[in-house]
């Protein structure tokens, strides 16, 4: 097995993350940041934090399988969301557990950050996504 995840006695738990993974593999896949977009770069779930963190995993999804990569890679994922309050966690949540199914995101996730940010790129963007994979 490529990547090994886990959460030692000690650390928070429960969270909707693993607290560690490591990988043994030799080939690094890093998709850069995702967001709401269908392939020509039409906006999916305007104003929709829901529709846009399953959107956004989707796509991640899908640079994931164009190098030879799925889900059980990956290594760690880093979340930014646009005017985060903690009370957005549930539809945060909600998105990522929309998708889980469909694109093989086991939870709890890999090693996950959630980071809130003012604005991204464009003004309807609510979420963007990147993952760090590790295939052998």
Do not use: C
Not at 15 to 22: L, S, W
Not at 27 to 53: E, K, W
Not at 111 to 123: D, H, M, Q, W, Y
């Amino acid at each position: 097995m490529t990547v090994q995840r886990f959460t030692p006695k000690g650390m928070l738990q429960p969270v909707p993350y693993h607290h560690v993974a490591v990988g043994t593999g030799a080939r690094h896949v890093h998709v850069s940041g995702q967001v709401a977009r269908q392939a020509d770069g039409t906006p999916v779930a305007v104003g929709d934090l829901v529709g846009q963190v399953a959107q956004a995993l989707r796509n991640t999804a899908t640079g994931l399988s164009g190098a030879g990569a799925t889900f059980a890679d990956v290594l760690r994922l880093t979340f930014y969301v646009t005017q985060w309050r903690p009370e957005r966690i549930g539809d945060f949540m909600a998105g990522v557990e929309a998708v889980a199914d469909e694109i093989g995101l086991e939870l709890p996730m890999p090693p996950t950050s959630l980071i809130g940010v003012e604005a991204l790129f464009e003004k309807d963007v609510l979420v963007e996504v990147e993952a760090t994979a590790l295939v052998d």
